[in-house]
């Protein structure tokens, strides 16, 4: 079984909600995490041309590890990932593709600069509970 990675900004209050949200609906714990500013991504990032930096976005990559392993951003990565949680999620992340790229990707620039704001900072990295600890790569 494949387990995408979810790059996230590890001090990101949107980012970690997202977290939340993901594992709160995994029920097949499919999803793995690592924040963006890990050597996991910088390396994972490092081979698709994309700079762990950047962080505005997140990433999901499918396939770690293999020879066909891509890499999904912004909208495209948050509709994977509900599509992948199934029911009614699933279905969202399905309409979601529905909508375009370009429009998909506007509207993620607008709550992707506006996050700390919104969502506040955090100083560090959300520490997982020992329950989901092993679905971190990075700690």
Not at 18 to 26: A, K, M, P, S, Y
Not at 31 to 46: E, G, P, V
Not at 86 to 95: D, I, K, N, P
Request: proline share 4%; hydrophobic share 45%.
């Amino acid at each position: 079984m494949f387990h995408p990675i979810i790059l996230y900004d590890g001090v990101c209050g949107l980012c970690n909600r997202l977290n939340q949200f993901v594992l709160r609906r995994d029920r097949t714990a499919i999803f793995r995490f690592a924040t963006l500013q890990s050597n996991l991504a910088a390396h994972i990032l490092a081979r698709h041309g994309a700079t762990a930096s950047d962080l505005d976005t997140v990433y999901v990559v499918i396939d770690p590890e293999l020879p066909g392993e891509y890499l999904l951003s912004r909208s495209d990565a948050i509709a994977f990932i509900l599509k992948n949680l199934g029911g009614v999620w699933g279905a969202s992340g399905l309409l979601a593709r529905v909508v375009p790229g370009f429009v998909r990707d506007r509207l993620y620039g607008i709550v992707a600069r506006n996050r700390y704001r919104i969502f506040g900072r955090f100083e560090s990295c959300m520490v997982p509970s020992p329950e989901t600890r092993d679905r971190f790569l990075d700690i």
